[in-house]
């Protein structure tokens, strides 16, 4: 796990208005995937991207490429030279029982982030919710947490953390990789 955090973690950035913050990470020069839920609260041109490993100041949100709020996905651009996370040519899909890595930005009241913090947790079923595909996952994700990419044991992109069940402890849910894409 330290190595597939050193590897992915510099692709992870934390999104910011002065009200909100979530997570999203690089998927290709320029390609920040984050989930719609995180974007739409947030002023486009108050949006401010910093990548908490790389300690380099923050990158203004160019351009909303792409939302889709059935499936909570938001492609941003932003003009940075952090490296995108590997995605997936044809991966097999994950298996229940599956150990999952999760690295988010959560929020721990008005005042503190806890940056690019690590979950682990074990991968569920595919379930629906609301018309979309979602990974169940028995991970730990909190405000905050929405928008970070899901990786398996080897490093492999496979969802990013969407929802966190509210009446359950230690469930949450993550939109497919395939979905996004």
Do not use: W
Not at 13 to 25: E, H, I, M, P, V
Not at 44 to 64: C, D, H
Not at 162 to 169: F, I, N, V
């Amino acid at each position: 796990p330290q190595q597939l955090m050193r590897r992915a973690e510099g692709s992870v950035a934390l999104l910011r208005d002065a009200a909100t913050s979530g997570t999203g990470f690089m998927v290709g020069e320029g390609l920040l995937v984050t989930c719609a839920h995180v974007v739409r609260p947030m002023v486009p041109s108050l949006m401010q991207v910093i990548f908490p490993s790389a300690g380099r100041g923050e990158y203004p949100v160019q351009k909303i490429l792409y939302i889709d709020d059935v499936r909570d996905i938001a492609v941003l651009s932003i003009r940075t030279d952090q490296p995108g996370l590997d995605l997936p040519e044809s991966a097999s899909p994950p298996s229940r029982g599956e150990e999952v890595l999760v690295i988010g930005n959560p929020g721990v009241g008005p005042d503190l982030i806890v940056e690019n913090a690590v979950a682990r947790g074990l991968m569920g079923p595919e379930v629906v919710i609301g018309g979309s595909a979602f990974f169940q996952l028995s991970a730990s994700v909190n405000p905050g947490n929405s928008g970070g990419p899901v990786l398996r044991s080897d490093g492999t992109l496979i969802g990013m953390v969407s929802k966190k069940a509210t009446h359950q402890e230690g469930m949450a849910f993550a939109v497919p990789m395939r979905l996004i894409g």
